[in-house]
Nanobody, 111 residues
Framework: QVQLAESGGGLVQPGGSLRLSCAASGTVLSINGMGWYRQLPGKQRELVAVIGSGGNTKYADSVKGRFTISRDLAKLTVDLQMNSLKSEDTAVYFC?????WGKGILVTVSS
């Protein structure tokens, strides 16, 4: 079993920044492919960013140039630095590693 614990969400004004962190624990063989998804109200969950083997990254078009995913292999953590936040980034953000999901953390972008 793998547990994923998210932290760092909250309320931020448009144009501001937040950093999300996800820590994996349990029987974690690898964090390759660990990433972040988000779910907007009334919408399906969508990929935000993922980081794979060799540090290769993939981003949703809507966040390219604003969000950066990074990881610490020793600490088994994956972070999502979110800059230039927009109201449309408001969502519940979920950490994912293969079939495992975190509980989700709310990010609200509002003035």
């Amino acid at each position: 079993q793998v547990q994923l614990a998210e932290s760092g969400g909250g309320l931020v004004q448009p144009g501001g920044s937040l950093r999300l962190s996800c820590a994996a624990s349990g029987t974690v063989l690898s964090i390759n492919g660990m990433g972040w998804y988000r779910q907007l109200p009334g919408k399906q969950r969508e990929l935000v960013a993922v980081i794979g083997s060799g540090g290769n990254t993939k981003y949703a078009d809507s966040v390219k140039g604003r969000f950066t995913i990074s990881r610490d292999l020793a600490k088994l953590t994956v972070d999502l630095q979110m800059n230039s936040l927009k109201s449309e980034d408001t969502a519940v953000y979920f950490c994912n590693l293969r079939e495992y999901w975190g509980k989700g953390i709310l990010v609200t972008v509002s003035s």
